[in-house]
């Protein structure tokens, strides 16, 4: 492989541009959805991180509750999703993530409305979250997340969650 190309204004990390000398790629081992192999081995999905302690996931065998992996000894250890002030921080790290992958990375931006004046997300605070992301090298965002407590667990004592002891 060779480098065609190297963008450089990118923050402190460089972007690539690079070129086979024919063109052609392989996927050698396939793709699995990153939410459905989570399911299979009780994880969480990728590195986004957890809505909630317990999740409640559909698939096509039918709904199940999750819970977070080692909740007992690890709970205080996981940041979850919608406790973030907001996306940028995890859209600075999928960025850089980026430079290193050769396909797209779906990435999401994640706000929780209530953290906000009047609930409500300023426009301002998106829009700088889409920026840094570009500036960062990030290559495209999916879902835009609002939080809406749906599929979600609230845990109050892990004694009383019946999905804890599996």
């Known amino acids: 492989m060779r480098i065609k190309s190297i963008k450089r204004n990118v923050a402190i990390e460089?972007?690539?541009d690079i070129t086979t000398d024919t063109e052609q790629y392989v996927l050698g081992n396939g793709c699995i959805s990153h939410?459905?192999?989570s399911q299979i081995s009780n994880a969480t999905n990728g590195i986004?991180?957890?809505r909630s302690y317990v999740s409640i996931k559909q698939s096509k065998d039918g709904v199940m509750s999750q819970v977070?992996?080692?909740?007992?000894h690890l709970k205080n250890k996981y940041e979850l999703l919608w406790d973030q002030p907001g996306p940028s921080g995890y859209l600075k790290?999928?960025?850089?993530l980026q430079k290193y992958i050769d396909q797209g990375i779906s990435v999401n931006t994640s706000y929780n409305p209530t953290q906000y004046e009047d609930e409500k997300i300023p426009m301002s605070k998106m829009?700088?979250?889409?920026?840094?992301f570009y500036k960062y090298g990030g290559k495209?965002?999916?879902?835009?997340?609002?939080?809406?407590?749906?599929?979600?667990v609230e845990v109050t004592d892990d004694a009383d969650c019946d999905s804890c002891t599996i």
Request: charged share 20%; no cysteine; hydrophobic share 35%.
């Open 127 to 132: 829009l700088e979250d889409i920026i840094t």
């Open 93 to 96: 790290v999928m960025a850089v």
């Open 68 to 72: 977070v992996p080692e909740f007992r």
């Open 35 to 37: 939410n459905t192999s």
């Open 140 to 152: 495209q965002l999916y879902y835009f997340q609002t939080y809406d407590g749906a599929g979600e």
């Open 48 to 50: 986004e991180p957890p």
């Open 14 to 16: 460089h972007t690539w």
